[in-house]
């Protein structure tokens, strides 16, 4: 593998676009339900044709999730989920030559240290942080600790950023830009906000960043739909829905249908 | 200044020193943008002010009085204590300031919705009141746990026209109403402004809250100023988010000879883990939307806060009272439940005025800065609310309705000190 791990996510990107598709991309807590089965959950993703996971950092506050994903994360909690699971299972994921991020609210990593983070992310095989409630305004700190131990900041923009927003969001982003569908929080919705592709336009104008889109999707159906747009897509409530009603069968199956969705639509 | 200055400057504006600014998910940033290009747009235009003045005095009731406690004040080593009277408000506590200006703004901005959380219930009845008498829709948060010790409130707010949405995640209690307010204000902020009922939160609504409430501060200095001809020694007040103790602090902060005092929930007392002791037990981090001393483990989870008082029961503290503390400005003590109660006793039977149990853990302070500062000195209370609605809770705590009750006893107690 290459030494330097700065553009593994583009590079994600780029191989995905070259075999005419977009990147799947999915989320779950470390931790949930326990550790090992959540070692296992990812593992059962990485097989199902997920490209690229986001492995979440159990938060008591999560004030960006719906309940799935709330509940998930409280589980993982009461199960005794710490920043130390995360790094367990993002090197589950490296050792399954799949690109794992971190998504973590904000203050887990403060309290850690955002230093610390950043260089034992990087040891773990780590290659990017998802903050949803940082601002780039807040997250300058964090951008220069990123980069120093080769982590890409991702950072989200929203259907209500005005273009100025997005054009200081992509220029402080590495990696891809995580394109937020709706306004609302994490769950799964039958359908995906129609107002995705028109924010994915005015993304497009200010960078030449991959853009995920996130929010809502849950079935192949909707990945194929968004890959028509965009470069990658983002599934995280569905999947914590797979895992708690049919644990790793029912997540590897519902990866293997949105791996096939991304296919039809890019 | 060119446009890198400006930015600069909007970004420190919403901080305290290291506290403060915006920690929200991106979805909120244009609106707390444009929120705050609304208020600074309203509070320099005459027109708003003079509404807001109008409303303050024929619907609040303000000015509030400055009550001289003269018996309460000899429990208190003869000092001179003044009440600053915010529970003779309309709905009976300061939070009407804050919310009849945010609902009045929310109204010049032309939102239709108003969501709010709430703890002891105050804030939530001032927004439905609010609400009802500007002819917005109103939807009020509240931890399942409040809705049970505050069960008064959730009937006033239900008779005002607004919707209760009882919470039931997490501890239950204030730290999860905000969060499903934020969760509910991401998806409706088109229509809806969100009435954050103290000085927490991300930028502007610490600095918004605090001018909402600095009315408190500008009454009391000119009153004090006009009885006793000087300025007071100290001024205090209880401390959850913080919204009426900034108020007061407000209007003496740059009188450098005026000791700014809050009082936070002790619990059961801070050496047991069940309190709200921010500043005593807790440590700079982040909880909705700013960086200020949070209750937290060595993770950064948040710890679930214990108090008597729904209102002061809450894990994070205002930004500025965050700043205030480091700086020295303020100091700021934890008052246990058992020693709130004795003070709310004692008022209520020495003064005639039941007070919030909030309140009385300001007043369990006060008892003790007038032995701190001596005879004669000179301290101000914000006397934050009436005890109507706490008045279950007292009586079970005091054993009214029970024949052996080993906490009737704190009624003697506090009688016959
Ligand atoms: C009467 C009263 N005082 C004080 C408070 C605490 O809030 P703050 O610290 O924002 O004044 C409350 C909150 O519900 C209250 O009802």
Redesign the pocket.
Known sequence: MNPTKTGTIRRAFSDAKSEGRALLIGYLPAGFPTLDQSIELVQAMCDGGVDLIEVGLPYSDPLMDGPVIQQAVDQALTNGATPESVLRVVKAVADRGIVPVVMSYWNPIEQFGVENFARELQQAGGVGVITPDLTIEEGQPWIAAAEAHEIDPIFLVAPSSTNERISKICHDTRGFVYAASTMGVTGARDQVSNMAPELVDRVRQCTDLPIAVGLGVSNGVQAAEIAQYADGVIVGSAFVKAATAGGVAAVLELARELAQGVRQGG | MTTSEVEHAEVIAGHFGPYGGRFVPEALTSALDQLDAAFQVAIADPDFGIQLAGLERDYTGRPSPLTRAWRFGKYCNDAHIYFKR??LNHT????INNALGQVLLAQRMGKTRVIAE??????GVATATAAALLGLECAVYMGEEDTRRQALNVARMKLLGAEVIAVTNGSRTLKDAINEAMRDWVASVDSTHYVL???TGPSPFPDMVRHFHSVIGRESREQILAIEGRLPDAVA?????????MGLFSGFIDDPNVQLRGYEAGGDGVETGRHAARFSAGSPGVLHGARTYVMQDKWGQTIPSHSIS???DYPGV?PEHAWLHDTGRAIYEPVNDAEAMEAFALCSRTEGIIP?I??AHGLAGVIRLGKELGPDSVIVLNL???GDKDVATAARWFGIELEHSESGISIELAEGR
């Open positions: 915010e529970d009976g506590s300061h939070k709430t703890g002891a219930g105050q804030h009922g103290t000085v007040a209880c401390v959850g988010g913080g919204s009426n103790a729904a209102g002061l205002g919030a909030e309140t934050s609310g009436r």
